[in-house]
């Protein structure tokens, strides 16, 4: 991160992007990359970046750090010979966390497009990462994004704008109500909703991310804490055969609490460094799509 510049950390996922509803051939190929859906999507969601982007650069930022987010192909769907020139764009699969690798103080505003709503909700293709619920912090409830928003306020950095479908946008809007949030499509169901035009999509994505360079650098964004120590509770997807489930459960250089009021693969963790869930859903993810 270059001193005196306005760096903001964009993160990508693919479903919550305009026109996604099917996660098996749109966003998911077996690793191999080659469905037309996929491609075409790659697309979308290159172009919704890019969006990001520009309206990040008219508002005043000058350095992007992209981190990609989703696992189909192993984290490697942005088109990165159509990314914005002037960004630094991390993929791939294994690396340290998820969806927060390098994210640190020198940042100025986090910025998400194409995530989806949490686990349990009516949203398109709902859930969160390899968990069966959703992810409480203090008891409360916080979706991919809000796990991001979690880490990155413990650096002090604030999430400034997010893209999704309705379902998600209301899950940001309560927890997170400072932020920018651009509703991209209506779910009618798990697998189906109301597309708006993507030129429409791209063009409140740019303002939005225009907006929320502008607030950040007025002081106008909000930054959501919780009092530590942090207690932590989520439990694993049951569709999970066994042997996978038990290394889901024992994450290497972290004991869980079995939390068996709550369900038998649930869990529970106190600590005091946010940073430290992240690692713990690196590797439970880890489990989940190793070849």
Request: hydrophobic residues 45%.
């Amino acid at each position: 991160v270059k001193p005196g510049g306005f760096a903001v950390y964009i993160i990508t996922d693919m479903e919550g992007l305009a026109g996604v509803v099917n996660n098996a051939r749109e966003m998911s190929t077996g690793r191999s990359g080659e469905s037309p859906d996929h491609q075409r999507f790659r697309q979308e969601l290159t172009d919704e970046l890019n969006a990001a982007i520009a309206g990040a650069r008219l508002g005043g930022a000058t350095q992007f750090f992209v981190v990609e987010g989703h696992g189909a192909n192993n984290f490697r769907n942005v088109l990165v010979d159509k990314v914005d020139p002037e960004a630094i764009l991390l993929r791939g699969w294994p690396r340290p966390n998820v969806m927060e690798t390098g994210i640190n103080a020198k940042m100025k505003l986090i910025m998400v497009v194409g995530n989806h709503p949490n686990a349990g909700t009516p949203g398109i293709i709902a859930h969160s990462y390899a968990l069966g619920s959703p992810l409480t912090v203090n008891g409360m409830k916080l979706n991919e994004s809000g796990i991001s928003a979690f880490i990155g306020a413990e650096f002090g950095v604030p999430l400034g704008m997010v893209a999704g479908d309705d379902t998600y946008a209301a899950e940001m809007k309560e927890a997170f109500p400072s932020a920018e949030v651009v509703t991209v499509k209506t779910a009618l169901s798990g697998a189906g909703g109301a597309m708006m035009p993507l030129a429409r999509v791209h063009a409140q994505i740019k303002a939005a991310a225009t907006r929320a360079v502008q607030r950040t650098k007025a002081g106008q964004l909000k930054l959501v804490t919780f009092a530590k120590p942090y207690h932590v509770a989520w439990c694993i997807r049951n569709t999970f055969a066994q042997p996978v489930y038990e290394v889901m459960a024992k994450p290497q250089g972290f004991i869980l609490k079995p939390d068996s009021a709550a369900g038998p693969r649930c869990f529970t963790y106190d600590t005091n460094k946010a940073e430290e869930i992240g690692t713990i859903l690196n590797l439970v993810e880890w489990a989940a799509l190793k070849p």
